[in-house]
């Protein structure tokens, strides 16, 4: 394949004119053995030539080109850990297409996190009046888990796992929270709770509270 130069310039560059420019292309075609000899056929062009590699080593050879002109590329192996719950907080409304055979299978749901896809969610999983009532659970808080996103789809698949309550309360966004960054709130077990003193209300003691700083 033919190999197109680009050639960086700034101001001082513009000044010396299309000359400058050019010579500067010829330079680096040279830099990378391409036969220059090829020329324009229309009169007084002053583009930018198409050059043609010689006998010499072929250019499209990756390992035959100068560093600065390969785009890097990688490939995922392995994911080490997963650092998202794969949880999000969100609404759920009907498909816009109502004679779709997805309409009456799946739900959309929709995260208050924009950078979390949009999921389908099974009608299984929303409340049974969902499809009847949809305008009941307009403002309604629910917890989706994505469970799979397929690369040839533009939305991710996913489940219902419970309804909050209402948005905008304290109680429904705190556990929303709680859940998209996968922190444990759940109750403390009673192991945790008999190293707590027992005989209530507790003081401490003058004699503990002069080995301590008070930081009230």
């Known amino acids: 394949p033919d190999v197109i130069i680009e050639a960086q310039f700034d101001d001082n560059d513009a000044e010396r004119g299309q000359d400058h420019l050019q010579d500067t292309l010829t330079d680096d075609i040279k830099k990378l053995s391409l036969d220059t000899g090829e020329k324009g056929k229309a009169a007084g062009a002053t583009g930018v030539h198409r050059a043609k590699q010689d006998d010499g080593p072929k250019v499209n050879d990756p390992r035959l080109l100068p ?68 305008e009941t659970y307009s403002q309604m808080l ?30 429904p966004e705190s556990e929303g929270i709680l859940t998209e960054y996968g922190v444990d709130f759940s109750d403390f077990s009673p192991e945790v709770l008999e190293c707590l003193p027992q005989n209530l209300p507790w003081v401490i003691s003058p004699g503990e509270l002069a080995k301590r700083r008070d930081l009230r």
């Open 142 to 171: 629910f917890i989706c888990r994505i469970v799979d996103w397929k690369e040839d789809s533009n939305f991710a698949s996913g489940q219902l796992c419970k309804s909050l309550g209402q948005a905008g309360e304290i109680e």
């Open 67 to 134: 560093d600065e002109f390969l785009q890097r590329t990688a490939k995922v192996v392995y994911i080490l850990e997963k650092k998202h719950s794969r949880a999000a907080t969100g609404f759920i409304k009907l498909l816009a297409d109502r004679n779709s055979e997805l309409f009456k299978r799946c739900a959309m749901f929709s995260p208050v996190d924009h950078r979390v896809p949009r999921v389908y969610v099974p009608l299984a999983d929303c409340p049974p009046d969902f499809v009847t009532k949809p």
